[in-house]
């Protein structure tokens, strides 16, 4: 694609561009998701397993790699409490709560 956007820039004939994906992939929720590889539609928690480990492989690091790793099996096993998020009501002084 560069290359004929290169040759468009400069006056020349573009080469005709083709992509063709390997799949597709999407993360629904509940540790489910729905893909088509290599033609193949799949869906539930394979998937989904599957999503997450393409996502890791496109995280920079092997640090942030491993805390993105971490941090989603904690989630799996202790969902957020949201009593120690501190939300606050809409116009609610700061000061006045505990």
């Not at 063709?20 to 539609?41: D, E, Q, T, W, Y």
């Not at 890791?56 to 690091?61: C, F, K």
């Amino acid at each position: 694609m560069a290359q004929n956007i290169a040759r468009q820039v400069g006056g020349e004939l573009t080469r005709p561009f083709g992509y063709h994906p390997k799949g597709l992939m999407s993360a629904i929720g509940h540790n489910r998701a729905v893909a088509r590889v290599f033609g193949l539609n799949l869906s539930g928690f394979l998937p989904w397993l599957l999503w997450r480990g393409f996502y890791l492989l496109y995280i920079p690091t092997l640090a942030r790699k491993v805390r993105v790793y971490l941090e989603w099996n904690w989630a799996m096993f202790f969902p957020p409490d949201i009593a120690h998020l501190r939300f606050r009501r809409t116009g609610e002084d700061a000061d006045s709560g505990p």
